[in-house]
């Protein structure tokens, strides 16, 4: 079992920046490739971000958002510049043995709980 928990996520005005956190717990957690996923109001749950030794995006957050992890500390990161208000959303991150087909969210084993990120225009 892997334990997931999300954090860093608030308000923010559009063009502003947040860091969001996934800390992690249980098994080793280098062993896992790691992903952002987020679900607006009212629409499906799409992927962002995922990273093992390399980086993907989708196409919207391209050079703006960054993920990073810190396997000593068992964390994940996201970085999110330049935000929009269409950037709104709960953002979970979730854990999955190899990285391949990593925008698919039937790929994740493990999955935190979410945390909001509200922008405004």
């Known amino acids: 079992q892997v334990q997931l928990v999300e954090s860093g996520g608030g308000l923010v005005q559009a063009g502003g920046s947040l860091r969001l956190s996934c800390a992690a717990s249980?098994?080793?957690?280098?062993?896992?490739?790691m992903g952002w996923f987020r679900q607006a109001s009212g629409k499906e749950r799409e992927f962002v971000a995922a990273?093992?030794?390399?980086?993907i995006y989708t196409d919207s957050v391209k050079g703006r958002f960054t993920v990073s992890r810190d396997n000593a500390k068992a964390t994940v990161y996201l970085q999110v510049n330049s935000a929009k208000p269409e950037d709104t959303a709960v953002y979970y991150c979730?854990?999955?043995?190899?990285?391949?087909?990593?925008?698919?969210?039937?790929?994740?084993?493990?999955w935190g709980q979410g945390t909001q990120v509200t922008v405004s225009s």
């Open positions: 249980g098994r080793t957690f280098s062993n896992y490739a």
């Open positions: 990273i093992s030794g390399n980086t």
């Open positions: 979730a854990a999955a043995i190899g990285y391949y087909n990593m925008r698919d969210s039937r790929r994740y084993d493990y």
